[in-house]
Protein backbone atom coordinates (compact mmCIF):
# COMPACT_ATOMS: atom_id res chain seq x y z
CA UNK A 1 0.00 0.00 0.00
CA UNK A 2 1.65 3.45 -0.89
CA UNK A 3 1.27 5.57 1.90
CA UNK A 4 -0.39 8.27 0.51
CA UNK A 5 -1.08 9.87 3.72
CA UNK A 6 -1.05 8.74 6.95
CA UNK A 7 -2.22 10.55 10.69
CA UNK A 8 0.55 10.32 12.94
CA UNK A 9 0.87 11.88 17.07
CA UNK A 10 3.05 14.94 15.50
CA UNK A 11 0.82 16.00 12.19
CA UNK A 12 -0.57 14.58 9.05
CA UNK A 13 2.57 12.91 7.03
CA UNK A 14 1.82 12.99 3.37
CA UNK A 15 3.90 11.62 0.46
CA UNK A 16 4.48 14.89 -1.69
CA UNK A 17 3.58 14.23 -5.01
CA UNK A 18 5.10 16.92 -6.92
CA UNK A 19 8.33 15.47 -6.44
CA UNK A 20 7.40 12.04 -7.77
CA UNK A 21 8.69 9.78 -9.57
CA UNK A 22 11.73 10.55 -8.91
CA UNK A 23 12.11 11.71 -5.26
CA UNK A 24 9.80 9.87 -2.44
CA UNK A 25 9.61 12.55 0.02
CA UNK A 26 7.55 13.22 2.74
CA UNK A 27 6.20 16.68 4.13
CA UNK A 28 4.68 16.89 7.80
CA UNK A 29 1.79 18.92 8.46
CA UNK A 30 1.36 19.84 12.06
CA UNK A 31 -1.15 22.76 11.56
CA UNK A 32 -4.79 22.67 9.96
CA UNK A 33 -3.48 25.47 8.03
CA UNK A 34 -0.14 22.74 6.75
CA UNK A 35 -3.21 20.76 5.57
CA UNK A 36 -4.64 23.35 3.61
CA UNK A 37 -1.65 24.57 1.50
CA UNK A 38 -0.83 21.16 0.88
CA UNK A 39 -4.27 20.27 -0.71
CA UNK A 40 -3.91 23.76 -2.46
CA UNK A 41 -0.60 23.08 -3.99
CA UNK A 42 -0.98 19.46 -4.88
CA UNK A 43 0.95 18.06 -2.77
CA UNK A 44 -1.63 15.70 -2.39
CA UNK A 45 -4.16 15.61 -4.93
CA UNK A 46 -6.87 13.26 -6.28
CA UNK A 47 -10.40 14.00 -5.01
CA UNK A 48 -10.62 10.84 -1.92
CA UNK A 49 -7.50 11.70 -1.17
CA UNK A 50 -8.41 15.37 -0.90
CA UNK A 51 -11.20 14.29 0.97
CA UNK A 52 -9.49 12.18 3.80
CA UNK A 53 -6.49 14.85 4.19
CA UNK A 54 -9.13 18.04 5.36
CA UNK A 55 -11.06 15.22 7.31
CA UNK A 56 -7.42 15.29 8.98
CA UNK A 57 -7.02 18.68 9.00
CA UNK A 58 -10.31 19.39 10.73
CA UNK A 59 -9.35 16.76 13.17
CA UNK A 60 -5.68 18.31 13.67
CA UNK A 61 -7.03 21.64 13.93
CA UNK A 62 -9.74 21.27 16.41
CA UNK A 63 -6.79 18.94 18.34
CA UNK A 64 -5.04 22.08 19.12
CA UNK A 65 -7.89 24.00 20.15
CA UNK A 66 -7.31 25.66 23.51
CA UNK A 67 -10.51 25.58 25.70
CA UNK A 68 -11.91 24.53 28.23
CA UNK A 69 -15.53 24.01 26.75
CA UNK A 70 -17.23 22.04 23.81
CA UNK A 71 -18.76 25.21 23.16
CA UNK A 72 -15.84 27.75 23.07
CA UNK A 73 -14.46 25.44 20.56
CA UNK A 74 -17.18 25.83 17.85
CA UNK A 75 -15.64 29.58 15.98
CA UNK A 76 -12.36 28.23 15.90
CA UNK A 77 -14.51 24.53 14.57
CA UNK A 78 -16.00 27.47 11.96
CA UNK A 79 -12.70 28.78 11.12
CA UNK A 80 -10.59 25.28 10.34
CA UNK A 81 -13.89 24.16 8.19
CA UNK A 82 -13.65 27.34 6.34
CA UNK A 83 -9.87 27.37 5.22
CA UNK A 84 -9.85 23.80 4.33
CA UNK A 85 -12.98 24.24 2.11
CA UNK A 86 -11.53 27.06 0.37
CA UNK A 87 -8.78 25.01 -0.87
CA UNK A 88 -9.60 23.71 -4.33
CA UNK A 89 -13.88 23.87 -5.31
CA UNK A 90 -14.31 21.04 -8.04
CA UNK A 91 -14.05 17.82 -5.86
CA UNK A 92 -16.91 17.11 -3.88
CA UNK A 93 -15.12 14.96 -1.45
CA UNK A 94 -13.83 17.89 0.06
CA UNK A 95 -17.08 19.22 0.80
CA UNK A 96 -18.91 15.87 2.01
CA UNK A 97 -15.53 15.17 4.47
CA UNK A 98 -15.94 18.97 5.96
CA UNK A 99 -19.50 18.08 6.87
CA UNK A 100 -18.93 14.78 8.11
CA UNK A 101 -16.71 15.81 10.06
CA UNK A 102 -18.72 19.10 11.21
CA UNK A 103 -21.78 16.58 12.17
CA UNK A 104 -19.64 14.17 14.08
CA UNK A 105 -18.04 17.12 16.08
CA UNK A 106 -21.72 17.89 16.96
CA UNK A 107 -23.24 14.62 17.67
CA UNK A 108 -20.44 14.20 19.59
CA UNK A 109 -20.51 17.12 21.77
CA UNK A 110 -24.40 15.81 22.72
CA UNK A 111 -22.94 12.73 24.06
CA UNK A 112 -23.49 12.00 27.74
CA UNK A 113 -19.85 12.54 30.21
CA UNK A 114 -18.49 14.07 26.75
CA UNK A 115 -15.76 16.90 27.56
CA UNK A 116 -13.07 18.45 25.24
CA UNK A 117 -10.30 15.96 25.47
CA UNK A 118 -12.98 12.83 24.89
CA UNK A 119 -14.21 14.90 21.94
CA UNK A 120 -10.65 15.91 20.34
CA UNK A 121 -9.98 11.90 20.34
CA UNK A 122 -13.42 11.25 18.93
CA UNK A 123 -12.53 13.81 15.93
CA UNK A 124 -9.06 11.88 14.94
CA UNK A 125 -11.22 8.43 15.51
CA UNK A 126 -13.70 9.76 12.83
CA UNK A 127 -10.56 11.11 10.27
CA UNK A 128 -9.14 7.63 11.03
CA UNK A 129 -12.22 5.44 10.05
CA UNK A 130 -12.75 7.55 6.34
CA UNK A 131 -8.82 6.46 5.68
CA UNK A 132 -9.87 3.10 6.18
CA UNK A 133 -13.49 3.19 4.57
CA UNK A 134 -11.76 4.74 1.39
CA UNK A 135 -9.13 1.60 1.46
CA UNK A 136 -12.08 -1.00 1.18
CA UNK A 137 -14.21 1.47 -0.87
CA UNK A 138 -11.64 1.09 -3.20
CA UNK A 139 -11.08 -2.54 -2.70
CA UNK A 140 -14.73 -3.37 -3.16
CA UNK A 141 -14.94 -1.32 -6.71
CA UNK A 142 -12.08 -3.23 -7.64
CA UNK A 143 -14.00 -6.25 -7.20
CA UNK A 144 -17.09 -4.61 -8.38
CA UNK A 145 -15.13 -3.41 -12.08
CA UNK A 146 -12.72 -6.39 -12.40
CA UNK A 147 -15.07 -8.07 -14.70
CA UNK A 148 -16.10 -5.22 -16.91
CA UNK A 149 -12.18 -5.19 -17.48
CA UNK A 150 -10.89 -7.06 -20.76
CA UNK A 151 -9.52 -10.12 -19.89
CA UNK A 152 -6.39 -9.51 -22.24
CA UNK A 153 -5.86 -6.30 -24.00
CA UNK A 154 -5.16 -2.85 -23.26
CA UNK A 155 -6.85 -0.36 -21.19
CA UNK A 156 -6.65 3.37 -21.44
CA UNK A 157 -6.74 5.58 -18.00
CA UNK A 158 -6.30 9.87 -17.78
CA UNK A 159 -4.76 11.31 -14.99
CA UNK A 160 -4.36 9.35 -12.07
CA UNK A 161 -6.92 7.63 -9.84
CA UNK A 162 -4.75 5.27 -7.97
CA UNK A 163 -3.17 5.11 -5.07
CA UNK A 164 -1.64 8.55 -4.74
CA UNK A 165 -5.41 9.65 -5.21
CA UNK A 166 -6.98 8.01 -2.55
CA UNK A 167 -5.68 6.55 0.87
CA UNK A 168 -3.34 3.76 -0.89
CA UNK A 169 -5.50 1.41 -3.71
CA UNK A 170 -7.30 3.44 -6.39
CA UNK A 171 -10.73 4.52 -8.00
CA UNK A 172 -9.29 3.28 -11.54
CA UNK A 173 -6.11 2.21 -11.06
CA UNK A 174 -7.79 -0.13 -8.00
CA UNK A 175 -10.03 -1.99 -10.69
CA UNK A 176 -7.43 -2.52 -13.10
CA UNK A 177 -5.26 -3.90 -10.31
CA UNK A 178 -7.80 -6.24 -9.09
CA UNK A 179 -8.41 -7.41 -12.77
CA UNK A 180 -4.64 -8.43 -13.26
CA UNK A 181 -4.52 -9.81 -9.82
CA UNK A 182 -7.50 -11.46 -11.23
CA UNK A 183 -5.48 -13.17 -14.20
CA UNK A 184 -6.55 -10.42 -16.69
CA UNK A 185 -3.48 -10.03 -18.97
CA UNK A 186 -3.58 -6.24 -19.27
CA UNK A 187 -1.26 -3.30 -21.02
CA UNK A 188 -2.19 0.43 -19.82
CA UNK A 189 -1.41 3.74 -21.75
CA UNK A 190 -1.41 5.94 -19.34
CA UNK A 191 -2.14 9.61 -20.78
CA UNK A 192 0.64 12.09 -19.44
CA UNK A 193 -2.41 14.31 -18.22
CA UNK A 194 -0.94 18.20 -19.27
CA UNK A 195 -0.24 20.55 -17.76
CA UNK A 196 0.78 18.57 -14.30
CA UNK A 197 1.56 15.25 -15.88
CA UNK A 198 -0.30 13.45 -13.05
CA UNK A 199 -0.16 10.18 -15.72
CA UNK A 200 3.10 10.63 -16.99
CA UNK A 201 4.51 11.15 -12.86
CA UNK A 202 2.26 9.44 -11.10
CA UNK A 203 -0.02 6.81 -12.79
CA UNK A 204 3.02 5.23 -14.52
CA UNK A 205 5.31 5.35 -11.05
CA UNK A 206 2.64 3.26 -9.17
CA UNK A 207 1.78 0.87 -11.83
CA UNK A 208 5.50 -0.18 -12.61
CA UNK A 209 5.84 -1.13 -8.84
CA UNK A 210 2.85 -3.40 -9.36
CA UNK A 211 4.38 -4.85 -12.78
CA UNK A 212 2.12 -3.68 -14.51
CA UNK A 213 2.88 -2.81 -17.94
CA UNK A 214 2.35 1.02 -18.59
CA UNK A 215 2.91 2.82 -21.91
CA UNK A 216 2.85 6.19 -21.32
CA UNK A 217 1.67 8.50 -24.19
CA UNK A 218 0.97 12.46 -25.15
CA UNK A 219 -2.78 13.45 -24.63
CA UNK A 220 -3.21 13.87 -28.07
CA UNK A 221 -1.80 10.38 -29.07
CA UNK A 222 -5.08 8.45 -27.90
CA UNK A 223 -7.30 9.02 -30.65
CA UNK A 224 -4.93 7.52 -33.57
CA UNK A 225 -4.27 4.07 -30.91
CA UNK A 226 -8.16 4.10 -30.79
CA UNK A 227 -8.59 3.56 -34.49
CA UNK A 228 -5.64 1.28 -34.71
CA UNK A 229 -7.85 -1.11 -32.30
CA UNK A 230 -4.77 -0.68 -29.64
CA UNK A 231 -7.34 0.02 -26.94
CA UNK A 232 -10.30 -1.97 -25.43
CA UNK A 233 -11.98 0.17 -22.77
CA UNK A 234 -10.91 3.03 -21.11
CA UNK A 235 -10.89 3.83 -17.11
CA UNK A 236 -10.81 6.86 -15.06
CA UNK A 237 -11.63 8.33 -11.82
CA UNK A 238 -14.46 11.27 -11.10
CA UNK A 239 -13.88 14.60 -8.99
CA UNK A 240 -18.07 14.75 -8.83
CA UNK A 241 -20.48 13.00 -10.24
CA UNK A 242 -23.80 15.27 -10.63
CA UNK A 243 -27.74 14.05 -10.10
CA UNK A 244 -27.73 13.18 -13.85
CA UNK A 245 -24.80 11.26 -14.08
CA UNK A 246 -22.78 13.58 -15.82
CA UNK A 247 -18.99 13.44 -14.54
CA UNK A 248 -16.51 15.93 -13.80
CA UNK A 249 -12.68 14.55 -13.77
CA UNK A 250 -9.61 15.90 -15.12
CA UNK A 251 -9.62 18.41 -18.14
CA UNK A 252 -8.99 15.99 -20.99
CA UNK A 253 -11.45 13.42 -19.81
CA UNK A 254 -14.07 14.65 -22.09
CA UNK A 255 -12.36 14.28 -25.32
CA UNK A 256 -11.14 10.64 -24.10
CA UNK A 257 -15.04 9.83 -23.89
CA UNK A 258 -15.69 11.76 -27.26
CA UNK A 259 -12.69 9.48 -28.88
CA UNK A 260 -13.90 6.21 -26.97
CA UNK A 261 -17.84 6.44 -28.16
CA UNK A 262 -16.66 7.69 -31.72
CA UNK A 263 -14.57 3.95 -31.56
CA UNK A 264 -16.65 1.87 -29.87
CA UNK A 265 -14.74 1.45 -26.52
CA UNK A 266 -16.58 1.48 -23.73
CA UNK A 267 -15.73 4.50 -20.99
CA UNK A 268 -15.79 3.55 -17.68
CA UNK A 269 -15.87 5.76 -14.63
CA UNK A 270 -15.00 4.77 -10.98
CA UNK A 271 -15.38 6.87 -8.15
CA UNK A 272 -16.56 6.06 -4.45
CA UNK A 273 -20.63 7.42 -3.26
CA UNK A 274 -18.56 10.04 -1.34
CA UNK A 275 -17.80 11.48 -4.85
CA UNK A 276 -21.85 11.55 -6.12
CA UNK A 277 -23.25 14.93 -5.38
CA UNK A 278 -27.28 14.44 -5.69
CA UNK A 279 -27.80 18.30 -4.70
CA UNK A 280 -26.56 19.22 -8.47
CA UNK A 281 -28.80 18.60 -11.33
CA UNK A 282 -26.04 18.67 -13.51
CA UNK A 283 -22.64 19.21 -15.08
CA UNK A 284 -23.40 22.70 -15.69
CA UNK A 285 -23.64 23.20 -11.80
CA UNK A 286 -20.17 21.98 -11.48
CA UNK A 287 -17.62 24.34 -10.30
CA UNK A 288 -14.42 23.97 -12.19
CA UNK A 289 -11.23 24.93 -10.70
CA UNK A 290 -9.09 27.55 -13.10
CA UNK A 291 -5.63 27.15 -12.21
CA UNK A 292 -2.73 29.10 -12.58
CA UNK A 293 -1.61 29.89 -16.03
CA UNK A 294 2.44 29.50 -14.93
CA UNK A 295 1.40 25.80 -14.67
CA UNK A 296 1.38 26.09 -18.68
CA UNK A 297 3.54 28.18 -19.77
CA UNK A 298 6.64 26.60 -17.32
CA UNK A 299 7.71 23.95 -17.06
CA UNK A 300 10.09 23.08 -14.51
CA UNK A 301 10.97 26.35 -14.27
CA UNK A 302 11.66 26.79 -17.83
CA UNK A 303 9.40 29.24 -19.96
CA UNK A 304 7.67 28.14 -22.90
CA UNK A 305 5.27 29.98 -24.04
CA UNK A 306 5.84 33.83 -25.34
CA UNK A 307 5.31 36.47 -23.06
CA UNK A 308 1.93 37.81 -23.33
CA UNK A 309 0.60 34.64 -24.62
CA UNK A 310 -2.83 34.12 -23.07
CA UNK A 311 -3.60 31.60 -21.23
CA UNK A 312 -6.56 29.16 -20.10
CA UNK A 313 -6.19 26.71 -17.46
CA UNK A 314 -9.85 24.70 -16.50
CA UNK A 315 -8.06 21.89 -14.12
CA UNK A 316 -11.31 20.13 -14.99
CA UNK A 317 -13.78 19.40 -17.09
CA UNK A 318 -17.24 17.67 -17.39
CA UNK A 319 -18.59 14.35 -19.25
CA UNK A 320 -21.64 14.30 -20.01
CA UNK A 321 -23.28 10.87 -18.66
CA UNK A 322 -24.50 9.74 -22.35
CA UNK A 323 -20.82 8.97 -22.94
CA UNK A 324 -20.25 6.37 -20.16
CA UNK A 325 -21.11 2.77 -19.74
CA UNK A 326 -21.15 2.89 -16.06
CA UNK A 327 -20.05 4.09 -13.13
CA UNK A 328 -18.32 1.35 -10.46
CA UNK A 329 -18.96 2.21 -6.98
CA UNK A 330 -18.56 0.65 -3.54
CA UNK A 331 -22.17 0.00 -3.05
CA UNK A 332 -22.13 -1.63 -6.66
CA UNK A 333 -22.11 -0.78 -10.78
CA UNK A 334 -24.57 2.21 -12.15
CA UNK A 335 -25.54 1.86 -15.60
CA UNK A 336 -28.10 4.37 -17.62
CA UNK A 337 -30.91 5.81 -17.44
CA UNK A 338 -28.02 7.79 -14.50
CA UNK A 339 -30.62 9.83 -12.82
CA UNK A 340 -32.84 6.67 -11.32
CA UNK A 341 -30.29 4.47 -10.92
CA UNK A 342 -28.35 6.89 -8.63
CA UNK A 343 -31.40 7.55 -6.78
CA UNK A 344 -32.04 3.64 -6.34
CA UNK A 345 -28.22 3.56 -4.80
CA UNK A 346 -28.67 6.71 -2.64
CA UNK A 347 -31.42 4.39 -0.87
O1 LIG B 1 -6.08 17.91 -10.02
P1 LIG B 1 -6.08 16.54 -9.45
O2 LIG B 1 -4.80 15.79 -9.64
O3 LIG B 1 -6.56 16.50 -8.02
O4 LIG B 1 -7.20 15.75 -10.32
C1 LIG B 1 -7.45 14.42 -9.99
C2 LIG B 1 -8.44 13.77 -10.88
O5 LIG B 1 -9.04 14.36 -11.76
C3 LIG B 1 -8.75 12.33 -10.57
O6 LIG B 1 -9.03 11.63 -11.73
C4 LIG B 1 -9.96 12.29 -9.64
O7 LIG B 1 -9.73 13.13 -8.56
C5 LIG B 1 -10.27 10.90 -9.16
S1 LIG B 1 -9.12 10.37 -8.06
C6 LIG B 1 -9.55 8.83 -7.58
Same mark, same amino acid.
Given at each position: ???????????????? +??????????????????????? =??????????????????????????????????????????????????????? $??????? =????????? +?????????????? &???????????????????????????????????????????? &??????????????????????????? &???????????????????????????????????? +???????????????????????????????????????? *??????????????? *???? =???????? $???? +??? *?????????? $??????? &???????? =?????????????????
Amino acid at each position: MIPTLQWTPSGVRFLD +QTRLPLEELYVLATTYEDVADII =RDMIVRGAPAIGVSAAMGVALGVSKIKADSIDAMRPELAVICKTLAETRPTAVNL $FWAIERM =RLRFDELSR +QPGINVPKLKAGLI &YEAQQMYEEDIDACRTMGSYGAGLMPDEGSVLTHCNAGALATCG &YGTALGVIRTAVLRGHNLHVYADETRP &YLQGARLTAWELLQDGIQTTVICDNMSASLMRQGKI +QAVIVGADRIAANGDVANKVGTYGVAVLAKEHGIPFYVAA *PWSTVDLDTATGDGI *PIEQ =RSAREITH $FNGK +QLT *PHGALIENPA $FDVTPAA &YVKAIITE =RGVLRAPYPEALLKMRG
